[in-house]
């Protein structure tokens, strides 16, 4: 027993000598492995001001967004037939464009006919230029004819997207012999389902001067209302009927009677929407 008294603390002692030993020999290996470490100036001359370490750009074959492409469209937004009260025939609304995000070529077209002859068309060229996130500046000519002797003017206006989603088209024209006139139309796409669609359309005219060789008064001259419903089988190819409701005023209205036409006309249509 006293044997034990005497060779425990000695033992003691040996072990905490020995761990100190492999401690200090653990903590020496350590700093002959370890990294040493950069001081800030050393880090600012390695670093490039970019943090690419100086490696060149390098192709990426299709990753180019080409934003500034010119691309084109082909809208037929109205392709119709009209049944009225005292006649029937075709309409077309035509709008095409060819360009890029900055500038573009427009081409507009809309007219009718009746009893095998035509009655109306207007034809634009316009160039296009954004002048907001959601609006276009327009300047070009339009062409007139139909009825009476073909007309001329030039042609400024804009055209965009309002809030809620109305589409707004509204062109002033200058003519020949100080002829003037003002164009307005709004569109809104209903989406009744994700291929049921409700168009309600408006559109009238307003000219400066009167015209009676094309029957047209001064004034406010026209105006249309017009609801279509259409299913798209595709955004390309979408069927469509409704009601549209024209009316006359003024001396334009005094010329149509005079003529044998109406003033106010309400007309079934039926037709087609294409997109190329």
Request: charged share 25%; proline share 4%.
């Amino acid at each position: 027993m006293r044997r034990f008294f005497w060779h425990a603390p000695v033992m003691m002692l040996f072990v905490l000598a020995t761990t100190r030993v492999y401690a200090q020999d653990a903590m020496r290996g350590m700093d002959r492995h370890a990294m040493p470490m950069q001081d800030a100036g050393a880090s600012s001359e390695i670093r490039s001001p970019d943090y690419s370490g100086d490696i060149g750009d390098g192709p990426m074959t299709g990753m180019d967004m080409r934003g500034d492409a010119p691309l084109g469209m082909l809208l037929f937004d109205r392709l119709e037939y009209f049944d009225g009260r005292d006649d029937h025939g075709a309409a077309f609304d035509m709008q095409a464009w060819y360009g890029n995000g900055a500038n573009k070529l427009w081409l507009k077209a809309e007219g009718e006919t009746a009893a095998g002859r035509l009655r109306d068309l207007r034809v634009e060229a316009l160039w296009d230029r954004p002048v907001g996130a959601f609006w276009d500046m327009q300047a070009g000519v339009r062409h007139d004819a139909g009825i009476g002797p073909d007309r001329n003017w030039a042609a400024f206006g804009v055209q965009g997207l309002a809030p809620y989603g109305f589409e707004l088209q509204a062109t002033v024209y200058v003519g020949q012999s100080g002829r003037t006139a003002l164009r307005f139309e709004s569109e809104y796409e209903l989406l009744l389902t994700q291929r049921l669609i409700l168009q309600p359309r408006f559109e009238a005219n307003l000219y400066g001067r009167a015209d009676p060789q094309r029957r047209i008064g001064s004034g406010l001259s026209d105006a249309a209302l017009g609801l279509r419903l259409r299913y798209e089988f595709s955004r390309q190819l979408a069927p469509y009927l409704g009601v549209e409701f024209e009316r006359r005023f003024g001396e334009t209205a005094t010329l149509a009677r005079d003529a044998g036409e109406p003033a106010f006309d309400a007309r079934l249509v039926a037709g087609l929407r294409l997109w190329f």
